[in-house]
């Protein structure tokens, strides 16, 4: 009798350690695509920047030259160099502000908790006038696709080996 419940203990705590190991491969299927990607999809409140037109100052905070499509970021949760793919058009994360790291227009403006949560991304435009065009045409919140540089790279090395390639 004692080895039949021995031997029932042994196989509930061998039953116990699958099941758990099967949990750990769901957990990871689930989590591994975007790591291994580096691509990913998140809510965003944008804003607009522009050039200042008294001063005529357009450099991000290191000084480099902003563009129209260049974006401020939070770069502890978007890395520099990142290229960010809204609806209509892709822009790089290249610059930073005190607003985009605090999130405060997006938790003044949000309505729900996961628009209160959710990042901003500042896009810089050339003139006013570009930039109320595109805010007039675009709601506050969106989802936008974020590539990391390492997997960028990766992708067009890819595309480079893809036959009919330049």
């Given at each position: 009798m004692r080895k039949h419940r021995?031997?029932?203990?042994?196989?509930?705590g061998k039953l116990?350690?699958?099941k758990l190991l099967i949990l750990g491969f769901v957990i990871v299927l689930f989590l591994a695509?975007?790591?291994?990607?580096?691509?990913e999809s998140m809510l965003v409140h944008v804003t607009c920047y522009w050039r200042s037109e008294k001063s005529g100052q357009r450099a991000a905070w290191?000084?480099?030259?902003?563009?129209t499509g260049d974006c401020a970021v939070d770069p502890r949760k978007i890395t520099y160099g990142s290229t960010i793919i809204f609806p209509d058009i892709e822009g790089v994360a290249v610059d930073t502000g005190p607003s985009v790291v605090s999130r405060k227009?997006?938790?003044?403006?949000?309505r729900c908790a996961a628009e209160r949560n959710a990042l901003v991304i500042?896009?810089?435009?050339?003139?006013r006038d570009e930039a109320l065009a595109w805010t007039n045409a675009h709601g506050r919140f969106m989802t936008?696709?974020?590539?990391?540089?390492?997997?960028?790279?990766?992708?067009?090395?890819a595309d480079a080996n893809q036959p009919g390639s330049l």
């Open positions: 021995a031997e029932i203990q042994c196989h509930a116990w350690r699958m695509p975007g790591a291994i990607a580096g691509e290191n000084g480099a030259r902003l563009r227009p997006a938790r003044c403006h949000g500042d896009r810089f435009f050339e003139t936008v696709r974020v590539v990391t540089p390492e997997s960028s790279a990766k992708r067009k090395v």
